[in-house]
């Protein structure tokens, strides 16, 4: 999995699903090291914790899965899918972060993270706009093309 985020350019990884609690989000932080490059996630992130540099992270807030029951945004909608897939891909480009991790054996159960599958696949969903770079049955790492 390292050689796949190592092998494109990107000022940052982002991590799916993100989670903003330790419980989780000390997991992610660790792959940081591994990848040699900042991430992108709810607990720890490549900008630094200042209001300006969470406008990302706090845009994916139905993306999220916690630790706790019953925080995780319980409804999708196709419409506000697209909404979120379409914000979240502008400020990807913007800030060129352009490599994702899908860490399957991350997602927890409906009460964890909720609607956030459907989310996730909402963003990725645009097939032609995502490189694939491995695909196994616990990680999927993904390069966004511009």
Known sequence: MVTAVQSRPTRAIL???PYDSWWKGQVLDLYSVYYNR???EGYF???GDRPESRI???NMKEFRCYFEPGQATANYSAELGDQKRDAILTS???YDIRVVVVHKTLMGSPSECGAA?????ALLEE???WEVLLDSPTKRVLWLRR
């Open 92 to 94: 990807l480009l913007k």
């Open 127 to 129: 097939k032609e706009r």
């Open 56 to 58: 990302l992270v706090d």
């Open 38 to 40: 900042p991430i992108v």
């Open 117 to 121: 599958p459907l989310f996730i696949d």
């Open 45 to 47: 992130h490549w900008s």
């Open 15 to 17: 991590d799916l699903p």
